[in-house]
């Protein structure tokens, strides 16, 4: 059975930082896509940032050059590293991963809440 529980979420002032874990049991994330989404109130889920499994990234220009997505294949813990948050950035960011039969498994997720 294949968990994922997300971490680290929390209230911060805008400029400030938070790191976010996404930790798994029942699949390996160093051989699968993980990504990052997060959804505000209102809105759509929308994706974040994803790695996959050689370690490749992408971003959305919303976070490019703020966020970091990293990985501890050995935690089997995908991270993700945010860097001056602004009040845009307050969602529930939820973490993904996507098997070789491309199936996904997503966590429960954390709440950001990112103050003026």
């Known amino acids: 059975q294949v968990q994922l529980v997300e971490s680290g979420g929390g209230w911060v002032q805008a400029g400030g930082s938070l790191r976010l874990s996404c930790a798994a049991s029942?699949?390996?994330?160093?051989?699968?896509?993980v990504a990052w989404y997060r959804q505000a109130p209102g809105k759509q889920r929308e994706l974040v940032t994803a790695i996959s499994s050689g370690g490749i990234t992408n971003y959305s220009d919303s976070v490019k050059g703020r966020f970091t997505i990293s990985r501890d294949n050995a935690k089997n813990t995908v991270y993700l590293q945010m860097n001056s948050l602004k009040p845009e950035d307050t969602a529930v960011y939820y973490c993904?991963?996507?098997?070789?039969?491309?199936?996904?498994?997503w966590g429960q997720g954390t709440q950001v809440t990112v103050s003026s």
């Open positions: 029942g699949i390996i994330f160093g051989i699968n896509t």
């Open positions: 993904k991963v996507t098997n070789r039969l491309f199936r996904d498994y």
